[in-house]
């Protein structure tokens, strides 16, 4: 059995476990993860959405992924499969979701926002972005992590984190009530 073969089969486990075990954390967020590489970032946001308390993670644009490095959150974190990005879109639009994506260009930072409940944060492949048009979607909200350097952007799974915590710091979140 190759690497992709035994990643495959490994993450089919732990769909199946996600189906029976997983509960929505309890603050109102989601995040969807628009066409992200199989490696290792997509289990590693699943893991800090678990740590962060998401309601829910969508994986658009992939039929599976490696899920070591989401350490066991797997099953813990509710998590859906979609082929596009429409999909996620109108599913959480219907249901009152604020959308927003990120760009180092965009005029507000994310220490500015003041998240609504049921806010979408949408986050696109590191070499490629995200699979469509911003012109296409108007009504996606655009925010920057704010950085010094001369890096041109941060690992997807480590801006993942940044959103998650600066949306449950702003509700209040005490890891030392919150925690196990």
């Known amino acids: 059995m190759n690497k992709h ?8 486990r732990q769909r199946l476990l996600n189906k029976v075990m997983s509960k929505p954390g309890p603050f109102p967020y989601v995040l ?15 893991r800090s959405a678990e740590a962060f308390g998401a309601q829910a993670v969508d994986v658009v644009g992939t039929i599976y992924f490696d899920p070591m490095p989401a350490k066991g959150c797997m099953k813990r974190v509710p ?3 979609r082929q596009t ?10 249901q009152g979701f604020t959308f927003y994506a990120f760009d180092s260009e965009a005029p507000l930072s ?4 003041r998240f609504p409940d049921k806010s979408a944060f949408i ?4 070499a490629f972005g995200l699979s469509f048009r911003k012109e296409d979607y108007p009504q996606i909200n655009w925010v920057k992590i704010p950085q010094c350097g001369l890096v041109e952007s941060l690992n997807v799974s480590v801006a993942a984190s940044i ?5 449950t710091r702003s509700r209040g979140f005490n890891p030392q009530e919150e925690s196990l």
């Open 79 to 81: 998590w859906t499969m």
């Open 163 to 167: 959103v998650m915590y600066e949306f």
């Open 123 to 126: 986050l696109g492949h590191e």
């Open 5 to 12: 073969q035994h990643m495959q089969k490994s993450f089919e």
């Open 110 to 113: 994310l220490h500015e926002v």
């Open 32 to 46: 969807i993860l628009d066409h992200l590489k199989v490696d290792f970032n997509i289990g590693k946001i699943i």
């Open 85 to 94: 990005f429409i999909e996620s879109y109108q599913n959480y639009q219907s």
